[in-house]
Every structure is written in C-alpha cells, then in structure tokens.
C-alpha cells in the first residue's frame, strides 16, 4: 500500500492503473469497462509493464491451474509495483477470497461483484489503510451489474455483456460457484448500449455472458434472447451481430428463426458440444445427446448453407474409455465444424467430477488431445476449402505497415488482403467484400 510521502506525491498528478486480465472474453469485457470507469475518474489507463499507482489483476479460476497462475500473475504484478495498490478481483478471487487476501501486497480483493464499486473500496481501504475482502456469497447476487460503457478509440468491434451466472452446474465446471445464479441484463439498457455504439460508429456487436443463451431465464428480465437478438438487430446501423457461445438445449425455434431471419446476425455460431459419447454428456451432466445436437446443427446447415459452427470438446473425462474417445472423435468428425477448441479434462477441486473414480494419466489426455485436435484441423481446412471462391464480406480491425489489412469475415475467418491495387489505403473499420482465396487465409 502505497506511503504518505507517495500519497502527497500522487495527488500531484494523474494517478496511472494498469489490469491484467487471464481467462474468458467476459473477464476481458469487465476489464475494459473498469478501465472506463477509471478514465472517467482522471486516471491514465497504462500498459501493466509502466509504472502504475493501481493495479488491477482480473483472475480465472476455470481449472486449478487457472488459480496457480492467477497466484502467480499476482506475486508477479506485486514485486514490478512495489508501491502500488493492488486489486485483486475475478472468479479465483471470488471462490478463494481468503487465499487471496493472505498474498502479502494484496490491498482489496473483490471477486465478482461490487466491481461498479472499486473506486471507492480503494479510498476506503486508502483512508483504513488496512487490506479489505468486499467477496460476498455469490449466492446472495440477484442482480446484473451495470458498468461503464467502454468508449475506446477502435470503431470495429464492441463487446456488450448481456447476462451473468449460470444455473446449470455441469459436474467439471466451476463457474456456477464463482460467478453465482443467472442474472439478465435490463432490456433496455442493452439496447440503449447498443444505439450508442452505432452511433459512436462500431459496425460489430458481440454479444456475450457468462451463460448467453439463458438470458431472461431469471424472474428479473421479461423478454428472452430471441426478443432481445430481435430488436438488436432491427436498430439502424447495426451492420453486424455476432453471438458468442449458445448451449444447444438453448436454441429454441424462436431463437432459430431471429438468427435464420435477421441479415445482421453474423453466419457463425458457437456451440458447445464438450463430447461426442451419449454416456460421457451424461457423467458431465450436458442435457443432451448427440442424436440432438446433430439434429440441431443440421437444420442451421440445411437452412442456412454456408455457416460456420464452431465448438468446444473436452477430452479425457473420467471414465472415457478407448472406445468412449473413438466414439467422440468419429461424432466431431461427422459434424464438420469449422473450427474446434479442444480441452483435456482438468480436475478442478469443488465440482463432483474431482471425486469421479477412473481418472485418466496425463500421457493419455495428451495422446487424446493431439488426435482431436487433428480431426479439428482438418475439419477447419475442409470448411475454408469450402469458402473459396465465394464473396464475403471482412471487417478490417487493423491496417498493417505494407498496406494490407487483417480481418474477420461475417463467417468468422480471419483474413489478411493485400495492399489495395488503386493506391489507396485499406482503412480499419473498413466493410470490405471480396472473392476469398486460400491465400487471404491469415494464420
């Protein structure tokens, strides 16, 4: 914490904060609206390698490897600012607040809630000058926390978080416990956000959750996610919505129809499907089959030609035979996704699937997961293979020194266009459509 010398010196000028941010986008999404919030209370906003008077280290708590590192960002941040104050918040946070507050340097440990707060627990605990937990049962959340909208200089791509908590309590995950029951966004402070990013001239909308597709499942919030994609879309100027990870038991027909109907909404989805064994999805408790999730993504295929459905596999869980994995990895095959993220399964303390008999070595998740993420390499390439050719239309995120510009297309292929043959320059935010070649592919 920092002395009274350096108090007296600090109110001589703008005080700096910096935040390191590990784990999921949503993480990344409240990092940035506290860094807005900071702003817009005189602060400068400054790379974690500058000087800081605060520090603000954004923890993930997704495996206990996620916490070892979140331990060890921490100690790290501690000793290159020495005489900061440093905020500790997140999921590692929220789910071990006393392990956090015992890190000598560790001034005030939120976990996830109270962040709209922060400023004010730092003059707080400044004024006590004693290291303050503000960690409440998750349990005891029933509302969406609202944060500042973020209103960076980039006019590409926004990410507006709609929904908080989930109910759901597969048996390997631990997120129910560390960010708490499903809260919804007010509808109309969503779409408020949103208005005001068009107008400020973001063409793409992202919008994300800790659990998205539950959005109004909570007594709080009367529309659903369909409603909610609906009118989204229908503001002008939304020129592009993307929506992150939807379960498939959450698409309901009246979902479908929004993303099938709606010409702003992206031709990319992003759904879970974890395993490909019907016996493994029931030890993980995944409230399908794979006879259902492949109904599902065969109706979008069917409907819409051309989307890409991106996915997450989680191989290795305990109880996974030989023929369990082949099972799984002939189901990812028949799927032909467009891209896949693969896991090996990481025992997290707390959640049922840690005490699960028949867990597998390490050497055999690791032999797993190089032969699933070979089937999804190839199952990527067969999807872009499938896009040569066609017009599609990239958002230019960045131009770079030669004159090329790097890019998402609407299907989610990042590409790299060459130097324009007119002498002019390409433009980040740019829509731009093009005939795709293999070449533009950016790796």
Not at 222 to 250: D, H, Y
Request: proline share 5%.
């Amino acid at each position: 914490m920092p002395s009274d010398d350096s108090m007296e010196s600090l109110n001589a000028a703008p005080q700096r904060v910096c935040f390191i941010t590990l784990g999921c986008k949503v993480n990344q999404t409240e990092s940035e609206a506290l860094a807005q919030l900071f702003h817009n209370n005189g602060y400068e906003v400054v790379n974690s390698s500058e000087k800081a008077d605060v520090v603000v280290v954004n923890t993930c708590t997704v495996t206990n490897t996620g916490d070892a590192k979140s331990r060890q960002v921490i100690r790290r941040m501690i000793k290159a600012h020495p005489d900061a104050f440093v905020v500790v918040m997140g999921c590692y946070a929220q789910t071990a607040p006393g392990e956090v507050l015992n890190i000598e340097g560790v001034d005030l440990v939120l976990g996830t809630q109270d962040r709209a707060k922060i400023l004010d627990l730092i003059g707080q605990v400044r004024q006590e000058q004693k290291p303050l937990s503000r960690v409440h049962t998750i349990w005891e959340a029933h509302d969406f926390e609202e944060l500042p909208l973020i209103e960076g200089e980039s006019r590409t791509r926004a990410t507006i978080k709609i929904q908080e908590g989930c109910n759901k309590f597969c048996t390997y995950c631990i997120i129910p416990y560390a960010r708490g029951p499903v809260r919804s966004r007010k509808h109309e402070n969503a779409l408020a956000e949103v208005e005001k990013l068009v107008a400020a001239g973001y063409k793409e909308i992202v919008l994300t959750g800790i659990h998205t597709g539950s959005y109004g499942e909570d007594p709080g919030e009367e529309w659903n996610l369909a409603q909610l994609v609906k009118a989204m879309a229908n503001i002008l100027g939304v020129r592009r919505l993307r929506l992150s990870s939807i379960e498939p038991m959450e698409f309901t027909p009246e979902l479908i129809d929004v993303i099938l109907s709606s010409p702003a909404v992206c031709s990319h989805l992003h759904i879970p499907l974890q395993c490909g064994s019907d016996k493994i999805l029931a030890r993980m408790k995944r409230p399908y089959t794979t006879s259902e999730f492949k109904n599902l993504i065969d109706e979008f295929n069917q409907k819409l030609p051309g989307i890409a459905i991106t996915t997450d596999v989680i191989v290795g869980f305990p109880g996974e035979t030989e023929q369990d994995f082949q099972n799984s990895l002939e189901f990812v095959r028949s799927c032909h996704f467009a891209g896949a993220h693969v896991f090996p399964y990481s025992k997290r303390q707390g959640t049922p699937a840690a005490k699960y008999p028949e867990q597998l070595s390490k050497k055999v998740k690791e032999q797993r997961v190089k032969a699933m993420m070979d089937v999804a390499q190839q199952s990527h390439e067969a999807y872009v293979k499938k896009c040569v050719g066609q017009t599609l239309e990239a958002l230019f995120e960045r131009v770079e020194e030669d004159g090329s510009a790097i890019g998402h297309t609407r299907n989610y292929i990042q590409v790299k266009l060459p130097p324009r043959h007119d002498g002019k320059a390409w433009e980040s935010g740019e829509l731009v459509e093009f005939v795709f070649e293999e070449s533009y592919l950016w790796k």
